[in-house]
């Protein structure tokens, strides 16, 4: 954990370590920084469903305060470490493919294997909405 302050701020960065999806112990662990560190807002960038869950896991425990933001890789756009696709990309709704296209090792799993799964999900929902 590092500490810097910034006049009236104090800031606190965790690096998560990978896998977040998989290991309890480890989302436990960011969970429990961000309680330590009495954090008022939590920046959850750590990528979906990782930072869902640690937000879901935090507000479980009863004793984290504040509000915690999932943003996924919005720091990595604005300091321009990642790219975002070219306008028309964006409005014909293809970022993802774009992102895809320019990082596939690193979404290919996420995007192509796992991803799908929230349409059986939404289907499941749309059902138990209609019954009602």
Same mark, same amino acid.
């Given at each position: ?7 009236? !701020? ?9 896998? !977040? ?33 640690? =937000? ?12 915690? &933001? ?7 756009? &604005? ?12 409005? =014909? ?6 992102? !895809?296209?320019?990082? /596939? ?6 995007? !192509?294997?796992?991803? /799908?799964?929230?349409? =059986?999900? =939404? ?10």
């Amino acid at each position: 954990m590092e500490s810097f302050f910034y006049p009236h !701020l104090r800031f606190v960065h965790v690096a998560a370590p990978m896998g !977040l999806a998989k290991d309890p112990a480890a989302r436990k662990a960011v969970g429990e920084a961000a309680i330590a560190a009495e954090a008022r807002i939590v920046l959850l960038a750590v990528g979906a469903p990782q930072q869902e869950m640690i =937000a879901r896991e935090l507000k479980a425990t009863g004793t984290a305060r504040g509000t915690a &933001l999932c943003i996924g890789a919005s720091i990595d756009f &604005l300091t321009g470490v990642q790219t975002r696709a070219p306008r028309i990309v964006q409005q =014909a709704g293809f970022e993802w493919a774009w992102r !895809l296209a320019t990082s /596939p090792r690193r979404l290919f799993r996420r995007y !192509l294997v796992e991803g /799908p799964a929230i349409f =059986a999900i =939404a289907w499941k929902w749309r059902n138990r909405q209609r019954s009602r």
